[in-house]
T-cell receptor, first 119, second 113 residues
Framework: AQTVTQSQPEMSVQEAETVTLSCTYD???????LFWYKQPPSRQMILVIR??????QNATENRFSVNFQKAAKSFSLKISDSQLGDAAMYFC????????????????FGQGTILTVHP | DSGVTQTPKHLITATGQRVTLRCSPR?????VYWYQQSLDQGLQFLIQ???????AKGNILERFSAQQFPDLHSELNLSSLELGDSALYFC????????????FGEGSRLTVL
């Protein structure tokens, strides 16, 4: 079974600074997808960034980027120029892919990391 | 707005009671997933339906059941409620053959007193 581990229950960062959230996962699959979701106080689960395992290039979305290390099964999220609105719970998630490369099935989530942004 | 609609947003009930949570997926999405989020268990996958049929089961209690109707909306039924069932219940949907994320509703907050 796939497992996702976030070892940092809480992190904090000063506004405008950079912070990195850690995530490791365990799978025997070679094709899969990894995600970071954000859950602000409003409770809505919002996709931050997505990474396909077959792509070597790390995904980037504006101030958010990942460091995907497939061999090490590591998937960290870097938030640059942190803003007060980035304060939220962040979840790392895994989803398997089928032989055709498309994802299917459930998302498996890590335990989450609470990010606090200090003004 | 993810396009996934969940009702009710909040629900308070007593132990031993039964409640039904409703989910309408995004237009065109055939898969519906139910998740439970509690403080001590995190986000737990409960069950998945695809086009009306159960596709996968997770940590769903026997007191809980779900179904997906021909119009693709889904209901999660929770019976003989216990204090420990208090949680946020999310519904999510996706398209078959997609390349990415699940789209989540805003959740239904259940409080069992």
């Amino acid at each position: 079974a796939q497992t996702v581990t976030q070892s940092q229950p809480e992190m904090s960062v000063q506004e405008a600074e950079t912070v990195t959230l850690s995530c490791t996962y365990d799978t025997s699959e070679s094709d899969y997808y990894l995600f970071w979701y954000k859950q602000p106080p409003s409770r809505q689960m919002i996709l931050v960034i997505r990474q396909e395992a077959y792509k070597q290039q790390n995904a980037t979305e504006n101030r958010f980027s990942v460091n995907f290390q497939k061999a090490a099964k590591s998937f960290s999220l870097k938030i640059s120029d942190s803003q007060l609105g980035d304060a939220a719970m962040y979840f790392c998630a895994y989803r398997r892919a089928n032989a055709g490369g498309t994802s299917y099935g459930k998302l498996t989530f890590g335990q989450g990391t609470i990010l606090t942004v200090h003004p | 707005d993810s396009g996934v609609t969940q009702t009710p947003k909040h629900l308070i009930t007593a132990t031993g009671q039964r409640v039904t949570l409703r989910c309408s997926p995004r237009s065109g999405d055939l898969s519906v997933y139910w998740y439970q989020q509690s403080l001590d268990q995190g986000l737990q996958f409960l069950i998945q339906y695809y086009n009306g049929e159960e596709r996968a089961k997770g940590n769903i209690l026997e007191r809980f059941s779900a179904q997906q109707f021909p119009d693709l909306h889904s209901e999660l039924n929770l019976s003989s409620l216990e204090l420990g069932d208090s949680a946020l219940y999310f519904c999510a949907s996706s398209v078959k053959g997609d390349t990415g994320e699940l789209f989540f509703g805003e959740g239904s907050r259940l409080t069992v007193l």
